[in-house]
């Protein structure tokens, strides 16, 4: 699943940083640099993995995505309707509400992504309703269909009730159906999972391929989970205080990993197995606050690789070492 | 009905009736919670009573009570004046007034006028004074809460430093210079009593309900859905915000019926009759420092006034329950 010569999404040198200290007619005097040059690019009908521990700026990148903050710097080039890249990294107004309809995001915890006071009904025709889609008993059917795609079945008990009279999976369904409702071409899944029983995971993840290849929809998918992040991924991106720092096709990224950062995330996966044993890497320290990193690579305080090449020269880019494996290290 | 997902023929008709049928089930839901705490309840009970006393008074002034002699504000019963010895339950040369007795079951005040009457009479306007300034109240409170609370920054800063300053001004205070300057009526207190709580205390309290609101993610949701500023405030902040602000309703009734019965007592309000005018005028002829013998010309009015302003504050303690589930035993 290597990018194709028009991908779905292409993003280059995103940037965002947010101010810290500052306040009310003064200055902040540092900034957080949540996400720091990001390049990807996810192919039509693809779907992209994010990895990394919390507070590498995972979620920010999703929430740049969809537009929830505007980027710093950067540019998000996504297709329209007619399959031409567009860059929507600073766009306002009207067609910022368009460009509303091709992305969508499902969050992390079902109790909180939907309103308490509003019926399961409108909360999934909230985005038809907004966007002036259809008359009323359209949007009825529209909503009663989807409902029924993602397992709440008769649609018609489900849509007047309420999310708390409903089980955590079945919030999660309903938050699917609500960004899939105006058959937008890219979702960011952020940890969709995370937060259901381990039992009904499956059936989420499942139910999210179908419908991904039902509806040419791509995802990128948020998660800390490198096991879901293999079920659900063609591509995985493994991000570290801000930067990619290893991208590769999944199975190549879990059997070849490079970047001692991802060694270490996959020795850290147990195996279900006392017998094998395995070389654990061990890194040193834990993540720090992102605040005005220093101009070295951002893994040196914790490398167990690292030397004075790396202390001495900037954060080394990506490069390809081959079958589109992506490495961000000077050390391999 | 179950098994039919498709029906769109008449789906805008059964939406409404849905949303109906929601709204009942939502309603008995609090409804018993409310009906469980005995406070509630006891407030509930006083506030009936009240209102049976306002809607009685019309009714009894066109059937039993003869208009010239009870009238609230204009009557005067001339069998004071024309008794050459009067019997013990008439007033007494040295004592004008008719103690309580059948005919006068309040006793009337000094100037001969039904205490009963002034009572029921005024209760109406109680209630409107009361539930109008709450209204005012609220609606400013929610707005400028969940406002300041979504957009932050200037305005945020803007109405919470306004805030402050209403919070720090002395209410009655300011309340007896404002009456004395511009003659209020009792809808003119409604309004300024509904701005002064309104973006005083109150704002603070919805402001930081809808901060907590403010971050939840149906809120992003709704965002990336394209809805604007106006619908995630008016669709997804508000409604969330609503029990809360009801809750505050019912305190402001209290305060508002209270600076009232002040502001008469100083008779600076330019009504015609109010349970504070009641006390004042008992005070204005001299009979307040005499209580227990002219019970009945202060402590009708007086406990009234706190029976009332309790009522409400009990069922709005109550009301806390219903809307904030911590509170709950269970």
């Known amino acids: 699943m290597t990018t194709t010569n028009s991908p779905l999404l292409k993003v280059s040198g995103l940037k965002k940083y947010f101010p810290v200290g500052g306040g009310f007619l003064r200055k902040p005097h540092n900034f957080i640099h949540a996400v720091d040059d990001l390049n990807f690019e996810i192919p039509s009908g693809g779907s992209m993995g994010l990895v990394g521990e919390s507070g590498c700026g995972k979620t920010t990148t999703g929430k740049l995505l969809v537009r929830l903050y505007e980027p710093t710097d950067g540019h998000i080039l996504i297709q329209d309707e007619q399959g031409n890249l567009e860059d929507i990294a600073y766009r306002k107004g009207a067609s910022m509400k368009a460009f509303r309809r091709r992305v969508q995001m499902i969050f992390q915890d079902p109790y909180e992504s939907l309103n308490p006071r509003r019926t399961i009904y409108d909360t999934v025709a909230e985005p038809l309703a907004v966007q002036g889609i259809g008359n009323i008993s359209e949007r009825e059917e529209r909503v009663a269909t989807l409902l029924e795609r993602v397992g709440l079945t008769p649609a018609t008990s489900f849509m007047f009730r309420f999310p708390h009279e409903l089980s955590g999976g079945q919030r999660q369904r309903i938050a699917i159906a609500r960004a899939l409702v105006v058959n937008p071409s890219f979702i960011v899944a952020d940890e969709p999972t995370s937060m259901l029983d381990v039992s009904i995971r499956t059936g989420v993840m499942n139910l999210m391929m179908e419908l991904a290849a039902e509806m040419n929809v791509s995802y990128l998918y948020i998660t800390h989970d490198l096991a879901v992040a293999r079920y659900m991924c063609d591509t995985i991106g493994v991000m570290y205080l801000g930067k990619i720092v290893e991208q590769a096709p999944t ?37 720090s606050a992102p605040i005005d990193p220093p101009p070295h690579c951002r893994f040196y305080a914790r490398c167990p690789l690292a030397d004075e090449t790396c202390r001495d020269r900037p954060h080394p880019p990506l490069q390809d070492k081959g079958n589109g494996h992506l490495v961000a290290c000077y050390k391999v | 009905m179950n098994n039919t ?16 049928r929601l709204m009942r089930k939502s309603l008995k839901t609090g409804w018993d919670i409310f009906k469980e705490n005995p406070v509630g309840m006891v407030g509930l009970v006083i506030i009936v009573f ?22 609230p504000i204009t009557g005067y019963d001339f069998k004071t ?27 009337t005040d000094p100037l001969g006028r039904d205490v009963l009457s002034q009572l029921m009479y005024s209760t109406r306007s109680e209630f409107l004074l009361g539930v109008g300034a709450a209204l005012v109240t609220v609606l400013i409170a929610t707005t400028v809460g969940a406002v300041s609370a979504y957009y932050g920054g200037l305005i945020d800063i803007l109405f919470m430093r306004m805030a402050d300053v209403m919070m720090m001004l002395p209410f009655i205070a300011i309340l007896i210079v404002l009456s004395s300057l511009f003659q209020f009526k009792m809808i003119h207190l409604a309004i300024v009593y509904g701005i002064l709580a309104g973006f005083g205390g109150t704002t603070i309290v919805i402001k930081s309900q809808a901060l907590t609101i403010k971050v939840k993610s149906y809120i992003e949701a709704a965002r990336i859905a394209g809805g604007g500023d106006g619908h995630i405030i008016f669709t997804h902040l508000v409604p969330n915000l609503l029990p809360l602000s009801f809750l505050y309703m019912m305190f402001t009734v209290t305060g508002a019926i209270f600076s009232e019965a002040v502001l008469s007592f100083f008779g600076l309000l330019d009504i015609r009759m109010s349970w504070g005018l009641m006390i004042q005028t008992a005070q204005a002829a001299g009979y307040l420092l005499n209580s227990w013998k002219y019970w009945y010309l202060m402590f009708p009015a007086g406990l009234s006034i706190t029976l009332l302003c309790a009522a409400f504050y009990l069922v709005g303690r109550a009301m806390d329950e219903v809307v904030n589930p911590r509170l709950r035993k269970r």
Request: charged share 15%; hydrophobic share 40%.
């Open chain 2, 81 to 107: 004046l024309i008794h050459p010895s009067p019997p013990s339950w008439l007033p007494q040369p040295d004592n004008p007034m008719y103690k309580p007795s059948f005919r006068h079951i309040l006793g």
């Open chain 2, 50 to 71: 009240f209102a049976l006393l306002a809607i009685l008074h019309p009714i009894l002034m066109a059937t039993v009570w003869d208009p010239g002699t009870y009238d």
């Open chain 1, 251 to 287: 199975e190549e990224l879990l059997h070849q990993p490079q970047h001692p950062y991802t060694r270490a995330l996959i020795s850290a996966v147990p195996i279900p197995d006392p017998r094998i044993k395995r070389q654990v890497i061990d890194i040193k320290g834990g993540i």
């Open chain 2, 5 to 20: 997902a498709h029906t769109t023929s008449s789906a805008p008709t059964s939406l409404w009736k849905m949303r109906l």
